[in-house]
């Protein structure tokens, strides 16, 4: 299924929004322009994060990008609850330029921009300074005026200096070249792959994208990414095999021929050990969740 694209709502004297959460919200397969932020203070479930399909718990806080398909599903055991003992959770969209035009061009805030595009995958905030981030962001939702505008900055800087951050989605599934690929040479491969990864591309191939050696392209490439190209080859059919899923308008055997597999067992083999599960569990859970 496609995602809805939501408009959310802000008050008339505020750039952006930040509210506290104690019943589900959003529960459908949505996007929007806003970043997101979220906290769950209180609360267990599923998130569906891109193609990411993973489990949190209270305490868990993560970082969804503008324009990135997600939503959550508590359990149900948290959202029979009465309020008191339930789902509590914080959350604050705000737009990538709400500062303005080229304020995060400024080369004091490169940290600041770095963030926003890793967030084009969602990641989980991780490490002791989350602790603050979440007091900050608790102390928002009673701010008034530029005080919320100065809160907000200061848990960006927070989450860009202190935390740890672990992508969710995979580099294939929207196929944007993110922040990790700014190095032009590897983002030449990784156009170039994304363009063509439906076809066997073969080291010859790739490395004359690269202009390199097709002997120093694998050692180049391992060092630039951390992984090999098979690797991340892999990564990005089967982001885009994870989407064909979501959308659920082919059957898996047109899925693994459309994201560039050469047979089905290779593709089960990849998928799973990507995702941890099978082509049809991924596809059974996530329409499970939407129609539960």
């Keep these: 299924m496609k995602p809805q694209l939501l408009k959310l709502m802000k008050g008339p ?25 979220l906290h769950f203070c209180r609360g267990e479930g599923t998130s569906f994060i891109g193609d990411s399909i993973q489990r949190f718990k ?17 359990d149900n055991a948290f959202e029979s609850k009465i309020a008191v003992e339930g789902i509590d959770v914080r ?15 400024l080369p004091e805030n490169k940290m600041l921009k770095s963030i926003m595009e890793k967030a084009g995958r969602g990641v989980t905030i991780l490490g002791k300074h989350k602790d603050y981030v979440a007091e900050l962001l608790e102390e928002m939702l009673g701010a008034d005026g530029s005080e919320r505008i100065i809160i907000l900055m200061q848990i960006l800087v927070q989450i860009a200096k202190y935390c740890k951050l672990e992508p969710l989605s ?10 990790e690929f700014k190095n032009d040479r590897i983002k030449k491969i990784y156009d170039y792959s994304c363009a063509n990864f439906k076809d ?6 790739i490395a004359e994208v690269a202009k390199i050696s097709p002997h120093s392209f694998c050692r180049y490439f391992k060092t630039q ?61 996530f329409i499970s969740m939407q129609t539960s």
């Design 13 to 37: 004297a505020q750039s952006f929004s930040v509210r506290r959460d104690m019943e589900p919200r959003n529960t459908k397969w949505h996007y929007h322009s806003e970043l997101e932020l």
């Design 58 to 74: 209270s305490g868990d806080m993560v970082l969804v990008g503008s324009g990135l398909p997600h939503y959550v599903k508590f």
């Design 91 to 105: 959350v604050a969209h705000f737009e990538k330029e709400i500062w303005g035009n080229g304020f995060l061009d």
């Design 170 to 179: 995979s580099i294939g599934f929207n196929g944007i070249a993110y922040e």
């Design 200 to 205: 066997k591309i073969q080291l010859d191939e």
């Design 225 to 285: 990414t951390r992984k090999t190209y098979s690797q991340f080859l892999t990564e990005i059919r089967i982001g885009h095999a994870c989407k064909l899923l979501i959308e659920d308008k082919l059957d898996i055997k047109q899925v693994c021929d459309d994201s560039g597999f050469n047979n089905f067992t290779s593709f089960f083999k990849c998928f799973r050990k990507v995702t941890g599960k099978s082509p049809l569990t991924y596809k059974r859970t």
